[in-house]
């Protein structure tokens, strides 16, 4: 089945303590990328990646990092999380980027506390 | 500043009736606008999108109008039907840039009554 994986799907943990969450899709997908969701402001693009080892800011990068390393994965870090990352997250691929419909995972609750 | 936006946070229809999602931009260069929806716990999947060149494209019950020279454009849900209740976002790209960003409005409620 054709999907994006992203683990795990609740996180709760506190302010500095560096995480990961990881995303993996299946369709052999040049693009990834990942959203933050927030009430009243909708999704918001952290990074992007057009394909593997070239990833470029979205528009809320800021205490954000990503790696591309191979095609599938495309894991989010968190060096320092502090208590205004608490959001819903999620990763998304496509076929090509910005013309081609994005495929999303089912999302990552955070909290930082 | 809210390059894509969606001013109705929520909307609220009849079984049967006519939805009539609205969405406006800023950004003149944006020649891609696609629509999602999301059901909680999910994440949001693809329903329909339209380049520029064109003002309108239909898939189903489902009809979006593009209105280049308002920077706004529509979603049609004839006739809505209570499984449509869900959140929709209005989504658009510069193609031209030749980057991954992509711009996400804030989101509509839909309900569809029975």
């Known amino acids: 089945e054709a999907q994006v994986t992203q683990n795990p799907r609740y996180l709760i943990t506190v302010t500095g303590k560096k995480l990961t969450v990881t995303c993996s899709q299946n369709?052999?997908?040049?693009?990834m990328s990942w959203y933050r969701q927030d009430p009243g402001l909708g999704l918001r693009q952290i990074y992007y990646?057009?394909?593997?080892?070239?990833?470029d800011k979205g528009d809320v990068p800021e205490g954000y990092k990503v790696s591309r390393k191979e095609k599938r994965n495309f894991p989010l870090i968190l060096e320092s999380p502090s208590p205004n990352q608490t959001s819903l997250y999620f990763c998304?691929?496509?076929?090509?980027?910005?013309?081609?419909?994005?495929?999303f995972g089912n999302g990552t609750r955070l909290t930082v506390t | 500043d809210q390059q894509v936006k969606q001013n109705s946070p929520s909307l609220s229809v009849q079984e049967g009736r006519i939805s009539i999602l609205n969405c406006d931009y800023t950004?003149?260069?944006?020649?891609?606008f696609l629509w999602y929806k999301k059901y909680p716990a999910e994440g949001p999947t693809f329903l329909i999108s339209?380049?520029?060149?064109?003002d309108k494209n239909e898939d189903g019950r489902f009809t979006v109008f593009l209105n280049k020279s308002a920077k706004h454009l529509s979603l049609h849900i004839v006739p809505s039907q209570p499984g449509d209740s869900a959140v929709y976002f209005c989504?658009?790209?510069?193609?031209?840039?030749?980057?991954?960003?992509?711009?996400f409005g804030q989101g509509t409620t839909l309900q569809v009554k029975p």
């Open positions: 369709m052999n997908h040049e693009y």
């Open positions: 950004n003149s260069m944006f020649d891609y």
């Open positions: 998304a691929s496509s076929l090509s980027g910005w013309n081609s419909p994005l495929h």
């Open positions: 339209i380049s520029s060149i064109k």
């Open positions: 990646s057009m394909n593997v080892e070239v990833t």
């Open positions: 989504a658009a790209s510069d193609g031209s840039s030749n980057t991954g960003k992509l711009i």
